[in-house]
C-alpha cells in the first residue's frame, strides 16, 4: 500500500505542472485530494491493515497530502501570474501612441495652461528652498482679513468683493494671503514657503475679471530681509516662467498687510509695450502685490517682530498664463471649450 501511495505521488508530480488555468486546477485538486480523490481511496484501504501498519501509513499519507497541498499552491501562484501576464500582453496599450488613439477616435489628455503654469510656478519655488503650502478656500473672516490687520468696518475690506456665507463669518477666500497667516502658525523663523490656490471675488467679469481665479502667494521670514531680497526672487519667477528676461517696474502699493507695500508691473507682453486691451493700453500690467510683512502680521502668527522681518507676494496667476500664452481674453481659461484646451496638449 505504501507502494501505491508513492505511485500516487509521482504521478500528481508529474502531471502538476500541465494544468493551465485556475478552473483545471480546482479540478486537479479535487482528484487527488477531494472526498471522492485517490488519496481518499487509498486511505479507505487503511481499514485492513494492523494497528501498527496503520500508523506507518496514516503518517506517510498525511505527508503525502501535505506536499500535494505545497505543491498545489505553488503552481496556483504560477498559473495566476501567467494569467495576468497574458491579459496584459493581449490588453496592452502605447497611450502616448497617438496615431492609435485617434484611430479609436479618443481624445488625447494634456494639461490645461493653468496647471502648467502652477507646476511651472512650484518648481521653481520648490528649486530654491521653499515649501508648498496649502489651505481652505472656504474662510473665516480671521485669516482672511482681520488677522492681515484688516478689522472690521476698515475701508480695506471694500478693495476686495467678498462671497460671505450667510453667518456673516465664513467667506469664500478673497486671497491667498490666508496662508501667511495659517503658514506662520504652522512654522519658526526662518522660513520661506508658497502657496498656490483658487481665490473668488463678486467681480463683474470681463476679458480681465473672473469671480474665480488663481493666485500664488509667497512669504520669507528671518533676520534682515530687505525689499531687494523680494526682488530678486520676483524677477526670477518673471525670468523663469517666460524664460527670458523681463522689464518690470515698482510702485508704491497699499496693501493693509505690507509696510512698505508695492506694486509690480511688467512690460505686456501681447501688445509688446505698445498698449491693447488686456494692458488697458498702458503697456503694463499689473503683476502683484507686494511687500515688507507688516508686523502686526507677524504678531498674529505669533513672530516676535523685533526679532525677525520677511516679505510677502501675491501674484495673480491667470494673466501670467495670458501673457505666456498669448490669450487675450481670461475667460477662455474656465469655460471649458475644449476647441481652447486642445491647442495645449502635450503633443
Ligand atoms: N493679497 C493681495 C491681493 O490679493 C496681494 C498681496 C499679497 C499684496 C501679499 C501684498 C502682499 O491683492
Known sequence: MLDKLQEVLKEFENSVSSVKSLPEMAQFKAEYLGKKGKLKALMSGMRDLSVE?????????????????????KRSQQVELEEINAKLEKNWQ???????????????????????????????????????????????????FEALNVPANHPARDMQDTFWFTDMKHLLRTQ?????????????????????????????????????????????????????????????????????????????GYFPFVEPGFELDYECLLCGGKGCSVCKQVGWVEALGCGMVHPTVLKAGGIDAKKWNGFAFGLGVDRLVMMRYHIDDVRHLHHGDLRFSEQFRAY
Open 53 to 73: 501498519e496503520k500508523k506507518t501509513f496514516g503518517a506517510k499519507a498525511n505527508e503525502v497530502k501535505q506536499a500535494m497541498e505545497l505543491a498545489l499552491e
Open 94 to 144: 502605447d497611450i502616448t501612441w497617438t496615431d492609435r488613439i485617434k484611430d479609436k477616435g479618443q481624445q488625447s489628455a494634456g494639461l490645461h495652461p493653468l496647471t502648467q503654469v502652477m507646476r511651472d510656478l512650484e518648481d521653481i519655488f520648490l528649486s530654491m528652498g521653499f515649501d508648498i503650502l496649502d489651505g481652505p478656500h472656504i474662510e473665516n473672516e480671521y485669516y482672511n
Open 176 to 252: 491667498t494671503s490666508n496662508i501667511q497667516i495659517r503658514g506662520m502658525e504652522q512654522k519658526d523663523p526662518p522660513f520661506k514657503f508658497v502657496a498656490p490656490g483658487k481665490v473668488f471675488r463678486c467681480e463683474s467679469l470681463d476679458a480681465s475679471h473672473e469671480a474665480a481665479f488663481h493666485q500664488f502667494e509667497g512669504m520669507m521670514g528671518g533676520k534682515d530681509i530687505s525689499v531687494s531680497h523680494m526682488i530678486h526672487f520676483l524677477r526670477t519667477l518673471l525670468r523663469e516662467i517666460f524664460k527670458k528676461e523681463i522689464k518690470v517696474r515698482l510702485r508704491p
